[in-house]
């Protein structure tokens, strides 16, 4: 019933920036968290940054001052600006959205992910 879509992903050099949009869409009532979550290879899942429906932000040390998550809650849509690539940050990047459906549902949906890629 819901369904989230990223863009922005690419190939870019170490330095370079990238920004990921990721847009949900369906029977939603309304969203409370939206994040980015990424997964490098041979690595776990992890969280890079969550923001909240009223706009306070968690992002984990290792992009804080590099990336910036924001949405636009009429647009339903979570953004991650990316700056100073490094090939660390080489994943795929993956939207999380907590939101309560039309019928009163709460559900934490996931998009398909895009891949970021940094060369050095």
């Known amino acids: 019933q819901v369904q989230l879509v990223e863009s922005g992903g690419g190939l870019v050099q170490a330095g370079g920036s990238l920004r990921l949009s990721c847009a949900a869409s369906?029977?939603?009532?309304?969203?409370?968290?939206m994040g980015w979550y990424r997964q490098a290879p041979g690595k776990q899942r992890e969280l890079v940054a969550a923001?909240?429906?009223?706009?306070?932000?968690n992002v984990v040390d290792s992009v804080k001052g590099r990336f910036t998550i924001s949405r636009d809650n009429a647009k339903n849509t979570v953004y991650l600006q990316m700056n100073s690539l490094t090939p660390e940050d080489t994943a795929v990047y993956y939207c999380?959205?907590?939101?309560?459906?039309?019928?009163?549902?709460?559900?934490?949906?996931w998009g398909q992910g895009t891949r970021v890629t940094v060369s050095s």
């Open positions: 369906g029977s939603i009532f309304s969203i409370n968290t």
């Open positions: 923001i909240t429906r009223s706009g306070s932000t």
């Open positions: 999380n959205a907590r939101l309560v459906t039309i019928s009163d549902r709460y559900e934490s949906n």
